[in-house]
């Protein structure tokens, strides 16, 4: 079954997080994902607010799991800490 790569963000050093997000793209693709939103329009219903949303779709669970913990995923992410705050979850869907 397919998967979403949920994140919500508060960027706060832009030019790290971009060193994040040129590499991040790629390393996604790599194990089969694609983005469907990236910091579109939003509205906050509940929770705490991140002004950047993003959403990829991945084949699975498993390959969505795979990517956050494969090398390149994980190169990218040494740009993001400490340049954002983040919560991440990857929820499996049914389409």
Not at 12 to 27: F, I, R, S
Not at 40 to 54: A, C, F, I, S, T
Not at 58 to 67: L, T
Request: aromatic letters at 8%; charged letters at 25%; proline letters at 5%.
């Amino acid at each position: 079954m397919p998967a979403l790569w949920i994140a919500h963000v508060t960027v706060t050093d832009d030019e790290a997080y971009g060193k994040y997000a040129a590499l991040a793209g790629p390393a996604i693709a790599k194990h089969g994902g694609r983005f469907i939103a990236r910091g579109g329009r939003y509205v906050q219903l509940e929770g705490k607010e991140r002004p950047r949303n993003v959403v990829a779709k991945f084949p699975s669970v498993a390959a969505a799991e795979g990517c956050y913990h494969s090398p390149d995923y994980q190169e990218a992410l040494s740009h993001a800490r400490g340049a954002s705050e983040r919560e991440l979850l990857i929820v499996e869907t049914d389409e």
